[in-house]
C-alpha cells in the first residue's frame, strides 16, 4: 500500500506522539522507583550510641587466677583425679578460684548431689564457683556460678531449641560459656546464649586457632564475647603405681592452670570472680607461673590509664594511647613479641623487654562503628615444674588479653 504525502505525516505525528508518552511513561516509573527506593528506611541501620555505663575502677580490685574447665572422677572419663585432690593441687600453686566442671550426663543432670556434694569440695583459700560441663549432642558448654543452681533444669533442655534454652538459663541466672569451639564437640548452639568462650583449650596452644578466629568472628558482628582458657584435664596422678591408667602421663603435660585465667574481681568472692568474667576483665597465661598480660588505654593520653581489656567506651576520633605490660615473673634477658589485633585483623607487631616489660602504641578508633583491639604476647615461657611437659605444648605463646571496646552496643 502507497501512502500519499499527507497520510505520510499523520503517520509519523501519530509515531511521535507514541513515543512521548512511552517516554512520559517510562520517565514515571523510573522516578517512581527511585522516590520509594529514597523513602526506605533501615529498621536496622547503626544509630547514635546513647550514653555508655561508667567504666568501673581499675586500682579497687585484686587480680586473681584459676582454671574453668576441670574434671574429677565424678567424670567417668576422668581417672586419679578426686575432687580434694584438684584444690589441693591448685591451692599449692596459688590458684585464687577454680571450678570444677564434671560432664552432667554422667550423672543425669545432678551435678548438685555429686561434684557439689563431694566431701572433697571445699577450701579455706581457694574460691570454688559451683558448674558443671554442659554435656549435648550439639556441643559442649560451662556453666559457672557464685552459688548453686539448679543444674538440672539446663541439663533436661539440652535437645530443645535455642530460644528454650535461653529462657531457662536467664532465670536460672548462670554464666554460661562455650567450650572448644571448634573441637570435636564444638559449641553448636547460638552464641547469643554465651557471655564468653574457650578461646585457649588445653596446654596445646596450636589446636586453638579456629577458636580464636571464632572469637575474632563474633567480636565483630558486634557480640562483646570474653575469651578465656581452660585445661579440660581429666587425669591426676595415682596415689600408688598400680592404679596408673593408659592416660596417666597427662596429668605431667596438661593438669590444673594450662592455661591460666586471671580475672580482675572487685572483692576476693566467688560472685566478684563471675562478674569479672561477664565483663571481660580477663586475660590468660600458659600456666599459673607466666607473667599476666594486662592491656590499658588512656583516651586523652595525660599519661593516666583510662579505661582496660573488657571496657567499652565512645570513640571521641582523637588518638588513643594503648599499653601492654607483664606483671609477675618475667625470663630473665627475655625479648617478648607482641601481636596487636584490630578487629579481626593484624594491626601491629612490638616488641618489649626489661624487669617489668611495658610497650605503647597509638591508633584512631573510628569515631562512628565498632572497633576493637586485643593482644598477644609470645616469648619464653616460666617453667611449670608441676606440669613438666605443658611447656612444650604451649610452645612460645605466653598469654593473651581480652579486647578494649570502642562503640560497642551494650545492649545488642
Not at 546513647?50 to 584459676?66: M, Q, R
Not at 593408659?246 to 592455661?259: D, F, R, S
Request: proline share 5%.
Amino acid at each position: 500500500m502507497i501512502l500519499n504525502l499527507n497520510q505520510n505525516k499523520m503517520v509519523l505525528a501519530l509515531v511521535r506522539a507514541f513515543n512521548v508518552t512511552l517516554l512520559t511513561i517510562l520517565l514515571a516509573c523510573i522516578s517512581n522507583a527511585a522516590l520509594a527506593q529514597s523513602a526506605h528506611v533501615n529498621p536496622w541501620a547503626p544509630t547514635e550510641l546513647g550514653p555508655l555505663p561508667p567504666v568501673a575502677s581499675l586500682t579497687e580490685g585484686v587480680w586473681l587466677k584459676g582454671d574453668l574447665h576441670l574434671h574429677s572422677d565424678n567424670s567417668k572419663d576422668a581417672s586419679n583425679n578426686s575432687v580434694a585432690k584438684i584444690i589441693a593441687f591448685a591451692k599449692s600453686v596459688g590458684m585464687g578460684y577454680i571450678c570444677i566442671t564434671d560432664h552432667d550426663n554422667h550423672v543425669n543432670g545432678d551435678v548438685a548431689h555429686h561434684t557439689w556434694t563431694d566431701p572433697g569440695f571445699k577450701s579455706d583459700s581457694v574460691l570454688l564457683l559451683y558448674g558443671g560441663e554442659w554435656t549435648t549432642t550439639r556441643g559442649h558448654g560451662n556453666a559457672f556460678s557464685a552459688r548453686p543452681y539448679d543444674h538440672q533444669r539446663l541439663y533436661d533442655v539440652r535437645d530443645q531449641r535455642d530460644i528454650v534454652i535461653q529462657a531457662v538459663k536467664k532465670e536460672l541466672g548462670i554464666h554460661l560459656s562455650a567450650n572448644h569451639p571448634s573441637g570435636k564437640d564444638h559449641f553448636g548452639f547460638s552464641y547469643d546464649m554465651v557471655e564468653s568462650i574457650e578461646v585457649w583449650n588445653s596446654a596445646i596452644w596450636s589446636k586453638n586457632a579456629n577458636a580464636i578466629m571464632i572469637w575474632d568472628d563474633m567480636l565483630s558482628s558486634g557480640r562483646k564475647l570474653t575469651g578465656r582458657g581452660g585445661s579440660d584435664s581429666h587425669h591426676g596422678t595415682p596415689d600408688s603405681p598400680d592404679k596408673a591408667t593408659k592416660n596417666t602421663y597427662q596429668a605431667k603435660a596438661n593438669y590444673v592452670g594450662t592455661p591460666t585465667t586471671w580475672v580482675f574481681a572487685k572483692t576476693r568472692t566467688t560472685q566478684a570472680v563471675v562478674d569479672a568474667l561477664t565483663n571481660g576483665r580477663v586475660s590468660v597465661s600458659a600456666n599459673p607461673y607466666d607473667p599476666r598480660v594486662e592491656f590499658y588505654a588512656d583516651l586523652d593520653q595525660d599519661g593516666k590509664m583510662d579505661m582496660m581489656m573488657g571496657d567499652n567506651v565512645k570513640s571521641t576520633g582523637k588518638p588513643v594511647k594503648f599499653r601492654v605490660q607483664l606483671s609477675g615473673k618475667v625470663a630473665p634477658d627475655a625479648t617478648y613479641t607482641i601481636k596487636v589485633v584490630k578487629n579481626g585483623d593484624d594491626f601491629s607487631t612490638l616488641q618489649m623487654s626489661g624487669k617489668t616489660p611495658v610497650v605503647e602504641f597509638t591508633d584512631t578508633p573510628a569515631i562512628s562503628g565498632r572497633t576493637y583491639y586485643r593482644v598477644t604476647v609470645e616469648g619464653p615461657q616460666n617453667a611449670y615444674p608441676e606440669v613438666p611437659n605443658s611447656m612444650a605444648l604451649s610452645g612460645n605463646m605466653v598469654g593473651l588479653s581480652n579486647p578494649i571496646y570502642f562503640n560497642f552496643d551494650p545492649n545488642f
